[in-house]
């Protein structure tokens, strides 16, 4: 039972390069999300989706694409990076496509270090 | 809106003695409440949710957490600290009825455990 599995694990990229994080999960979850954690601000949201074909913005969504084709998957997509995207990225899924609440949890990948130079 | 303040960014405590992590929320409506933990360079594990069957949360691991609706806080506690506990935890709050269906993060609390 994998779970939700990320790749790649750790990426280095130069400023204006793009690139794709995978984010797969196994449960036939309906709700994924994408979150990225800095020192001391917790994680923050980065868009989300309730379904396949169905994406929407979270908190800090900007200089980042997704799409859902697929129940399994979520990319995270780069269009042009930047140093202020040096982050740790985590993909999280969830059973109802409400999202999270008493009845249910997040379930959390193992996260992508990026680090923009 | 729903916010989430986690008190302590550190908490320093020696093997054997209690261990207090203080979080107060805010929610427009009743929250779901989390506690997860993050040891380094791992992802996040639940510890222990509020389902609203009980105010004493029991979770993994020896830790229990409190709902103080009337304090707007879900402290998170263990009677004796192990080696094994120093992590990252993180206060989280959900409420389904925003539009993002998302969770909240509190900032983090590291807890380390001295010898």
């Known amino acids: 039972n994998a779970g939700v599995t990320q790749t790649p694990k750790f990426q280095v990229l130069k400023t204006g390069q793009s690139m794709t994080l995978q984010c797969a999960q196994d449960?036939?979850?309906?709700?994924m999300s994408w979150y990225r954690q800095d020192p001391g601000m917790g994680l923050r949201l980065i868009h989300y989706s309730v379904g396949a074909g169905i994406t929407d913005q979270g908190e800090v969504p900007n200089g980042y694409n997704v799409s859902r084709s697929t129940t399994e998957d979520f990319p995270l997509r780069l269009l042009s990076a930047a140093p202020s995207q040096t982050s740790v990225y985590f993909c999280?899924?969830?059973?109802?496509?409400?999202?999270?609440?008493?009845?249910?949890?997040?379930?959390f990948g193992q996260g992508t270090r990026l680090t923009v130079v | 809106a729903q916010s989430v303040t986690q008190l302590d960014s550190h908490v320093s405590v020696s093997e054997g003695t209690p261990v207090l992590l203080r979080c107060n929320y805010s929610s427009s409506y009743s929250p779901s409440l989390f506690w997860y933990v993050q040891h380094p360079n791992k992802g996040l594990q639940l510890l222990l949710k509020y389902t609203s069957a009980a105010t004493l949360v029991k979770g993994i691991n020896g830790f229990e957490a409190e709902f103080k609706k009337s304090e707007t806080s879900f402290h998170l506690t263990k009677p004796s600290a192990h080696m094994s506990d120093a992590a990252e935890y993180f206060c989280?709050?959900?409420?389904?009825?925003?539009?993002?269906?998302?969770?909240?993060f509190g900032s983090g609390t590291r807890l380390q455990v001295q010898p």
């Open positions: 989280v709050v959900s409420d389904p009825y925003t539009g993002r269906r998302a969770l909240t």
């Open positions: 449960m036939n979850h309906e709700y």
């Open positions: 999280a899924s969830s059973y109802s496509p409400q999202g999270v609440n008493m009845n249910t949890e997040a379930f």
